[in-house]
């Protein structure tokens, strides 16, 4: 089996990790075991550089089929077909940026400062997980990487942009949750009734955009 | 065309509709939903003639009632000691033929928590990416995303004219595996190696308490706090059954509509077959692990799953 790391998650998935910590890798591999249902791979799940593999019914007759394929995986540049850069508003208005001050204090920076940094950094999809269609974004600056809340708030509300761990993410819906709250997207990203249930999609670039709260109240999602 | 089929008069606690699981959408953030204890709800539908994974009532009731709007056959199983139609009592293992009017209350005084009420052809909820389960956390399926409250209406198929009545043989009631005390497997998970030695013996050595935090997304364990030397980790995939380990010391177990990806320590996942015995465990009852290999878990779920597919076709 090489030199790939692989661990049960219960009897019937199995985890690989240490992969690619690049998406495209990381998706490609996906779309590559894809390509042989004989696998009997039924669900696939990428978070932070692991890849975990839920095996079909009476689970997992052939892990060493499936780590030799996994070994066999040569990622080829520009396979994918890259997705168009995702543009979302934000408003920054300190009616929404709940943990303002917190983040004032932690990152030694004033506001103005931890917004710019906030908008000129470029991020990716890493994964959706949490809660139905929050992405993980990757690419925050390391000036804003900071640990999670000390205990979770209780109510954080639908549309929260918000940072943890080197992460950036975005809360769909009204949840509870340990990230700080840096401020707020008027964009609806999970519907489960329309055809398109996530706008974002992994390995998508995602920037952000500035806008005043009179932009984000008259906001009409198109 | 569907017919309303009941109305309910005392919902009880934590009552959804739930069918087969949202299987498949995890990379969108997704639960699974679905049975929380697979055996008593498989053995519910097969009561009434249906399918393995129509659309049924899952419910914590120590009392639910309602009452008939239209004809309909009504399967129970599960957490449920005494059925009475219309003030008499009736057997809890096989259906029951139900008329216009009639009104049904179900009490539960067992060691298990949650109780399964299926009517021929099924009840009528919103289908969400391919299931009817409800996901209240998240507001999908089932009634509009909600939890069962009195005064709701369910509807059901038009065509449920009661089949044969069928009566579940001796030893496969649901009512077996409840218990005060419950000893469940547990394959060791990724986050194992954060954990000492000693720390994984005395895991496994000793009783946990189910405290009053339980719902469908997870149980809270209590009694005999456990740490990780480390809880420095990314959020990793999470399913139904995983054994999360907070830093607070009391170990989380992942149920049903648990999220995907969770950021602490998976200490192991109890092995499928038994996590109907875990879901039936009352708050204040008391839990084991015992440590399996997935092969084991693998062949014990095989002939779970046979009995259960050897019933249907009789």
């Known amino acids: 089996m090489g030199g790939i790391q692989w661990r049960y998650l219960g009897e019937d998935a199995i985890e690989i990790s240490n992969i690619s910590s690049s998406i495209h890798v990381q998706l490609g591999l996906r779309d590559y075991l894809k390509g042989f249902p004989k696998l009997g791979i039924v669900s696939f799940m990428l978070t932070d550089k692991t890849l975990t593999l839920v095996s079909e019914k009476y689970g997992f007759m052939s892990v060493s089929h499936i780590i030799d394929r996994v070994a066999a995986y040569q990622h080829k540049v520009d396979e994918n077909v890259m997705l168009p850069l995702s543009i979302i508003p934000i408003c920054y208005d300190e009616a929404f940026a709940l943990d303002q001050l917190k983040l004032e204090g932690i990152c030694k920076l004033d506001y103005e400062e931890i917004i710019s940094l906030h908008l000129n950094a470029e991020y990716t999809v890493a994964m959706f997980g949490f809660m139905p269609g929050f992405p993980y974004l990757n690419g925050l600056p390391l000036s804003l990487s900071i640990p999670r809340l000390k205990s979770p708030r209780k109510i954080i509300p639908k549309g929260s942009v918000a940072i943890a761990n080197e992460m950036c993410g975005i809360y769909p819906n009204q949840t509870p949750g340990g990230w700080h709250i840096i401020g707020r997207s008027p964009l609806s990203l999970f519907d489960p009734l329309k055809d398109d249930v996530l706008p974002l999609k992994l390995g998508q670039r995602v920037k952000f955009q500035r806008i005043s709260k009179k932009d984000f109240d008259g906001f009409t999602p198109n | ?314």
């Not at chain 2, 009392?63 to 008939?68: A, G, H, L, W």
């Not at chain 2, 084991?288 to 046979?306: H, Y």
């Open chain 2, 1 to 314: 065309m569907d017919l309303p089929l009941i109305r309910i008069i005392n919902s009880g606690n934590l009552s959804t509709l739930q069918a087969a699981s949202r299987f498949g959408f995890s990379d969108f953030g997704i639960p699974e939903s679905g049975f929380q204890d697979k055996i008593s709800a498989q053995l519910a539908n097969w009561l009434v003639g249906n399918k393995r994974f129509n659309t049924l009532i899952e419910s914590y009731a120590n009392y639910f009632e309602f009452e008939v709007i239209n004809d309909c056959s009504m399967g129970v199983q599960g957490a449920c000691s005494e059925i009475r139609i219309n003030g008499q009592s009736v057997s809890l293992d096989q259906g029951h033929h139900l008329t216009v009017n009639d009104r049904i209350q179900l009490f539960n005084n067992t060691h298990g928590a949650i109780l399964y009420l299926a009517m021929t052809g099924g009840f009528t909820g919103t289908e969400v990416l391919g299931s009817t389960a409800t996901d209240i956390t998240n507001g999908l399926g089932g009634l509009n995303g909600l939890p069962l409250a009195s005064q709701d209406i369910l509807k059901g198929s038009k065509f449920n004219t009661p089949r044969q009545t069928r009566s579940i043989p001796e030893g496969l009631l649901s009512r077996r595996y409840f218990s005060k005390n419950v000893t469940v497997h547990v394959i060791a998970g990724p986050e194992a190696y954060l954990f000492t030695k000693e720390v994984i013996d005395n895991f496994y050595s000793h009783a946990f308490v189910l405290s009053a935090e339980i719902s469908r997304v997870g149980y809270r364990l209590t009694g005999h706090p456990i740490y990780a030397d480390s809880y420095n980790i990314p959020s990793k995939t999470v399913l139904p059954g995983t054994i999360q380990i907070p830093p607070s010391g009391d170990p989380i177990i992942l149920m049903a509509d648990g999220p995907v990806t969770g950021g602490y320590p998976r200490m192991g996942v109890v092995a499928k077959v038994d996590q109907p015995i875990l879901a039936q465990l009352r708050s204040g009852g008391r839990v084991r692990f015992l440590a399996c290999l997935p092969e084991d878990a693998r062949l014990r779920e095989a002939n779970q799953r046979q009995w259960i597919e050897e019933l249907y076709h009789k």
